[in-house]
């Protein structure tokens, strides 16, 4: 069964406002990580987070961690048309380093 | 410098033919992943190499599948047998060792389609 799972699957919002995806999993983890893809293409790596930290930020974008939840979220704040694209969070588990990536959620940012 | 690259972008084949997928990791990295991803999913997880070896491949779906490494840098996944089933995307990525806090770096991935 899929570990990372991301809420919504779908998100639709003007540019210049919030985005706010979720993600969740089931087992311990090594380390989380958000990746972005275009339709049709590679996935981007976008940020990693550690089992041991509780949030991070790089540019527009804020990811937490909560382990005690076995629960992430990504932020991108003052979105653009550019952003549009589906978003996976990425578990690694302790267990193995393989990721585990749930459906994603596909972000549309309106002009 | 250099992503990972993999070769053909786009591989068309038959029913029961054999294909080659390629992966060209990041120079020096010493960890190297398989996924496959078919439309509307996120990518699962296939094979795992730490240098030559493959260390966790508990996600190929039956003994059609098979990837090498033999030097520990080049990958290629071999498929036996095509189905219409193997059709998506394959994914290629590597991260300098399988440490706990490594980034996985993606290639643009190899078409599949089995006709």
């Known amino acids: 069964s899929q570990q990372g799972e991301e809420d919504p699957q779908a998100l639709s919002i003007q540019e210049g406002e919030n985005a706010t995806m979720n993600c969740s999993y089931k087992?311990?983890?090594?380390?989380l990580q958000w990746y972005r893809q275009n339709s049709g293409r590679g996935l981007v790596h976008l940020i990693l987070?550690?089992?041991?930290?509780r949030e991070k930020h790089s540019g527009r974008l804020r990811v937490t961690l909560d382990t005690s939840k076995k629960s992430s979220s990504l932020l991108i704040t003052a979105s653009r048309a550019a952003d549009t694209a589906s978003y996976f969070c990425?578990?690694?588990?302790?267990?193995?380093?393989?990721?585990?990536f749930g459906s994603g959620t596909r972000l549309l940012v309106r002009p | 410098g250099a992503g990972v690259s993999q070769t053909p972008s786009n591989k068309v084949t038959e029913k029961g033919k054999y294909v080659e997928l390629r992966c060209d990791p990041i120079?020096?990295?010493?960890?190297l992943y398989w996924y496959r991803q078919s439309l509307g999913q996120g990518p699962e997880f296939l094979i795992y190499?730490?240098?030559?070896?493959?260390?966790?491949d508990s996600g190929l779906p039956n003994d059609r599948f098979f990837a090498v490494r033999p030097e520990g840098s080049v990958s290629t996944l071999k498929i036996q047998r095509t189905e219409r089933g193997d059709s998506a995307m394959y994914l290629c990525?590597?991260?300098?060792?399988?440490?706990?806090?490594?980034?996985?770096?993606f290639g643009p991935g190899t078409r599949l389609t089995v006709l």
């Open positions: 990525a590597s991260s300098l060792t399988s440490g706990r806090t490594d980034t996985q770096y």
């Open positions: 087992t311990s983890i090594n380390n």
């Open positions: 987070i550690r089992s041991n930290e």
């Open positions: 990425a578990p690694s588990m302790r267990s193995s380093y393989k990721l585990i």
């Open positions: 120079s020096g990295h010493t960890a």
């Open positions: 190499f730490q240098g030559t070896g493959a260390a966790d």
